[in-house]
Structure formats: structure tokens, C-alpha cells
């Protein structure tokens, strides 16, 4: 043809049934991701596209102090959060407690079976424990070196395979001690727009994702059904 339809296109589709395996919905999710970066880049590459989109306007001189200021603030903001170590632990608390009370809502809307308790009264670092089976379960942590400051504080969220050991629960004897497969960890921050959050430890390369705290807490759930599934 003498012109090139390519960004013109039926729709994607893709089929996610619930029987299929963590696996099998990691490779539909990516096949999924691979078909939309391709059509969006066929888009953007299209002369119509080219054709319409307007250069973006050059900011005015007090529109861009006013950004500046608002990013000095912001970053003076995040200083001043390192030494709110009491608020730490209180957020850690507060998510551990939205945890369960998520939990409690997936068993009585679906029937699901897991034991889960979660501890922080008295404890300087609060924690939740979720058993799907005897010997898989998801653990949730408050972890702060330093009690006057939050530097290097976060929540630690770990995968284990053996028996982990709920709150409350005497504490057996072990010869082989849970063994955790995986673990991902998230320090608190602010949002550039004011309120508090989360975002993931380790992503250097770009400025991390925020992540609300109620947010946070239903991937802790999701993240416990997976293993459920398993």
C-alpha cells in the first residue's frame, strides 16, 4: 500500500485465565508489555503523529523559580524526615495493622485459608507473619539501625520456605530454620505533593516510584496470595 497503517491496528488482546500458574501469567504480562511498546512506538514514530504534536511551550522565568523552589523544598523535606524515627516506627505500625486488616477482608469475601498475626505493642520493631501452608510464609518488618534516626530504615518484605512462627506462638525448636527465597524492601519518603509513603530500596538509576501506604499494603496481601496459588 502507499502509506503505512502499522499504528493503525485492531486491538491487543490477551488471555489471563485464573488457573494459570505465577509463571505462565509472568510471560502473558510481558508478552502484553513487548505488544503495547511496540504499538506506542509505532505512534510516535508516524508522520500523523510527528505531524500533530506541538513542541512544548518554554517555561517563564517565574514558572521555573517556582519549580526550583518547590524541588529545594521538597528536598529539605526528605532531610528533615531522617530524624523523625519515632514517626518511622509509628508508619510501620500503621502498615502492618492495614496488612491485617486487608487479610481479614480477602478471607471472609473468599474463603481463604491462612493464619497471619502481626506484633507491635511494646516492640521497637514491628512485624507481621502470614503462614499459607506448614511450611511456606510471608514475613513483613520494620527494620532501624539507628534508634535516633531513620538513615537506612525500611520495611523488609521476605518469601520463606519452613515453618515460620506467628506472633504469640511458642517459639519450637528448629533444626532446619525457614529459609527465605526472596525479599524486597521499601524506605519511607514524603510525596512531592506532601503526604507519606514508600518506595523501593535500590532503584538508583531513576528517581523511584512513590507508593501510598495503602498501596503498599495490598501488595503485601497480593503478594501473600501468590504463594497461596502455588
Same mark, same amino acid.
Given at each position: 500500500?502507499?502509506?503505512? &497503517?502499522?499504528?493503525? $491496528?485492531?486491538?491487543?488482546?490477551?488471555?489471563?485465565?485464573?488457573?494459570?500458574?505465577?509463571?505462565?501469567?509472568?510471560?502473558?504480562?510481558?508478552?502484553?508489555?513487548?505488544?503495547?511498546?511496540?504499538?506506542?512506538? !509505532? %505512534?510516535?514514530?508516524?508522520?500523523?503523529?510527528?505531524?500533530?504534536?506541538?513542541?512544548?511551550?518554554?517555561?517563564?522565568?517565574?514558572?521555573?523559580?517556582?519549580?526550583?523552589?518547590? !524541588?529545594?523544598?521538597?528536598?529539605?523535606?526528605l532531610e528533615a524526615l531522617q530524624?523523625?524515627?519515632? /514517626?518511622?516506627?509509628?508508619?510501620?505500625?500503621?502498615?502492618?495493622?492495614? %496488612?491485617?486488616?486487608?487479610? $481479614? =477482608?480477602?478471607?471472609? $469475601?473468599?474463603? #481463604?485459608?491462612?493464619?497471619?498475626?502481626?506484633?507491635?505493642?511494646?516492640?521497637?520493631?514491628?512485624?507481621?507473619?502470614?503462614? *499459607?501452608?506448614?511450611?511456606? +510464609?510471608?514475613?513483613?518488618?520494620?527494620?532501624?539501625?539507628?534508634?535516633?534516626?531513620?538513615?537506612?530504615?525500611?520495611?523488609? %518484605?521476605? =518469601?520463606?520456605?519452613?515453618? &515460620?512462627?506467628?506472633? /504469640?506462638?511458642?517459639f519450637p525448636q528448629m533444626p532446619?530454620?525457614?529459609?527465605?527465597?526472596?525479599?524486597?524492601?521499601? =524506605?519511607?519518603?514524603?510525596? $512531592?505533593? /506532601? /503526604?507519606?509513603?514508600? *518506595?523501593? *530500596? +535500590?532503584?538508583? !538509576?531513576?528517581?523511584?516510584?512513590?507508593?501510598?501506604?495503602?498501596? #503498599?499494603? !495490598?501488595?503485601? *496481601?497480593?503478594?501473600? %496470595? =501468590? #504463594?497461596?496459588?502455588?
Amino acid at each position: 500500500m502507499p502509506f503505512n &497503517l502499522r499504528h493503525r $491496528r485492531f486491538p491487543i488482546t490477551y488471555e489471563l485465565d485464573d488457573a494459570f500458574t505465577v509463571d505462565r501469567r509472568k510471560e502473558v504480562r510481558k508478552t502484553l508489555t513487548q505488544s503495547l511498546e511496540k504499538a506506542l512506538g !509505532d %505512534i510516535f514514530k508516524s508522520e500523523e503523529f510527528k505531524r500533530d504534536a506541538k513542541p512544548a511551550r518554554p517555561m517563564k522565568a517565574l514558572e521555573l523559580a517556582a519549580l526550583h523552589r518547590k !524541588d529545594v523544598d521538597h528536598q529539605n523535606a526528605l532531610e528533615a524526615l531522617q530524624f523523625n524515627f519515632a /514517626g518511622g516506627q509509628q508508619w510501620a505500625r500503621n502498615l502492618i495493622e492495614t %496488612i491485617e486488616a486487608r487479610c $481479614r =477482608e480477602v478471607q471472609s $469475601r473468599h474463603r #481463604l485459608h491462612f493464619e497471619f498475626a502481626g506484633k507491635w505493642e511494646n516492640e521497637t520493631a514491628p512485624y507481621f507473619v502470614a503462614r *499459607v501452608t506448614p511450611q511456606l +510464609g510471608l514475613h513483613v518488618s520494620w527494620n532501624q539501625p539507628s534508634p535516633g534516626s531513620l538513615k537506612d530504615a525500611k520495611v523488609s %518484605i521476605g =518469601e520463606y520456605q519452613g515453618r &515460620l512462627v506467628l506472633p /504469640g506462638e511458642p517459639f519450637p525448636q528448629m533444626p532446619n530454620p525457614p529459609r527465605k527465597t526472596s525479599e524486597v524492601s521499601y =524506605e519511607p519518603t514524603l510525596a $512531592r505533593g /506532601g /503526604g507519606f509513603g514508600w *518506595v523501593k *530500596v +535500590g532503584r538508583e !538509576d531513576k528517581e523511584p516510584e512513590f507508593i501510598s501506604p495503602d498501596d #503498599l499494603a !495490598d501488595y503485601c *496481601v497480593c503478594r501473600l %496470595i =501468590e #504463594l497461596l496459588r502455588r
